[in-house]
């Protein structure tokens, strides 16, 4: 279980895109958020093509990452979209923090620790407590979640189905809405960034800014 | 042949020494490991004594009465979560750039360890025996439990029962994904193991304080000098103590006699 926090995509969370438009993505994953520079994604390992013809592939995909022999691999290494398509990362339960997914198509650079616009990113909260959240790379962006122990009287069947619904964060700019967000634990919340200026979805507890009230675990 | 000195108490003194001794053997402290029901557990264990009243009993039995035994564990339970092994379901949302849906998301629970401080006093009742001896130039007398008598650590055990149970309700409010499963996780966890298992492992940790418990009532190196306290000041004159008996003897009372051959 990882840290809320879009810069490292850990088991609990997901980083997704939707490609609007043809292209090629080179990227390539990395451990840390800052490890990669622009001579490493020269360098790209993983690949996501995007045609402009529609075909029977289903507008989803996903690629799975998972540690082997110490490094960090996809899988599938090359992907092959359609424009209009999301392709969904996320990690397995070899990875033991997270990564960070940074490329280029075109002339536009896609970063999961820098999310500009038709990215998303998701996380389950495990625990119960007040989650500030900002933006790491220093914008006015933040907000909060408040995650609540579900009603025992409701009985376990009920918080399993409510696991099952995802809440959303619509993020335009550096405005969030909702900002404050009140879910149960387990559930999971879902971060659609539009027209944003490379931002990151962050414990604020993480970067100084304010504070969680949950001891352990995001 | 009598003996170059002869020292007695009686009853009432023995029990003064006795408290000296006590204060003498400090805190002893024991560490180990066993089990609680299927649960792993190991500890760290310290216990002093306190108190306690001597009856001496010809030849050489001293039964101590209502001797206490202050003691506190650090008791550190395995717990294998595995059992909750858990896994999020695929979530599909609505989003402006069209729906999403996350994968499923399967969690393996830990193993934790779960820390329970416990501490609790039990008194207990047993015949001690005499035993002298000369160690690295020292004669002593020790005062040596002859067998190790039953506590009686019900209460105790009752209370260490609550104490496991706390702890582990604390520890798995931690866990991720436990919260909503808190009361089923405690239940199935203590469900595992009951007052017998908890009394199975305390009664063999307070037990080991107890066995060959040893209190040392007199100790007197063999050599030593002696000058005269009052004047005239002869020169000083080494004594040897060649040999050194102890027992329980009977006259008007009953009298802890230590007798030395110089």
């Not at chain 2, 550190?76 to 989003?95: A, E, G, K, N, R």
């Amino acid at each position: 279980m990882t840290a809320l926090d879009s810069r490292v995509i850990g088991i609990g969370s997901c980083f997704a895109h939707r490609f609007s438009s043809p292209g090629t993505l080179q990227y390539s994953l990395s451990p840390l958020p800052s490890a990669l520079t622009t001579g490493a994604d020269r360098a790209s390992s993983y690949s996501v093509t995007v045609s402009a013809d529609r075909n029977d592939r289903p507008p989803r995909q996903y690629v799975t990452v998972r540690q082997a022999n110490g490094r960090l691999v996809a899988s599938p290494a090359r992907l092959e979209i359609t424009a209009g398509d999301i392709v969904v990362w996320s990690a397995d339960r070899t990875v033991p923090f997270g990564f960070r997914v940074r490329g280029t198509i075109g002339s536009n650079v896609l970063d999961s620790a820098a999310l500009v616009t038709e990215s998303i990113y998701t996380h389950a909260f495990g625990l119960a407590g007040s989650f500030e959240w900002a933006d790491a790379n220093g914008s006015d962006l933040r907000g909060q979640v408040t995650v609540a122990m579900p009603d025992a009287a409701e009985g376990h069947e009920r918080w399993l189905a409510r696991i099952g619904e995802g809440a959303l964060v619509h993020v335009r700019g550096v405005s969030a809405e909702p900002a404050d967000l009140q879910i149960v634990v387990g559930q999971t919340v879902v971060w659609a960034v539009e027209d944003a200026p490379g931002v990151t979805i962050t414990d604020a507890s993480l970067i100084g800014i304010g504070g969680s009230a949950a001891s352990a675990g995001r | 042949m009598p003996s170059d000195v002869v020292a007695a108490v009686d009853q009432t003194a023995a029990s003064t020494l006795l408290g000296a001794a006590e204060a003498a053997l400090g805190t002893l402290t024991k560490t180990g490991s066993g089990s609680l029901g299927p649960l792993g557990a190991s500890y760290s264990a310290s216990a002093s004594f306190s108190g306690g009243t001597v009856a001496l009993s010809p030849p050489d039995t001293i039964a101590i009465d209502n001797l206490q035994i202050d003691y506190s564990l650090g008791l550190t339970l395995s717990v294998d979560l595995s059992f909750l092994d858990f896994c999020i379901p695929q979530i599909c949302i609505w989003t402006p750039f069209g729906d999403i849906c996350t994968p499923k998301i399967c969690f393996d629970f830990p193993t934790i360890s779960v820390t329970v401080p416990f501490a609790s006093s039990a008194t207990l009742s047993a015949d001690f025996g005499l035993k002298v001896h000369l160690t690295s130039g020292d004669w002593y007398v020790d005062v040596v439990i002859e067998s190790v008598p039953a506590l009686d650590l019900g209460a105790a055990a009752v209370l260490l029962l609550a104490a496991i149970g706390s702890a582990i309700s604390a520890a798995l409010l931690a866990v991720p994904f436990i919260g909503p499963l808190l009361s089923i996780a405690v239940a199935v966890i203590t469900a595992a193991f009951g007052l017998a298992d908890v009394t199975g492992l305390l009664g063999p940790i307070v037990s080991a304080f107890v066995a060959g418990l040893t209190f040392t009532v007199y100790k007197q190196p063999q050599n030593f000098q002696v000058l005269p306290a009052l004047p005239p000041y002869n020169p000083a004159v080494m004594v040897s103590l060649a040999a050194v008996s102890a027992d329980v003897q009977a006259t008007d009372k009953n009298e802890l006699v230590l007798s030395v051959d110089i």
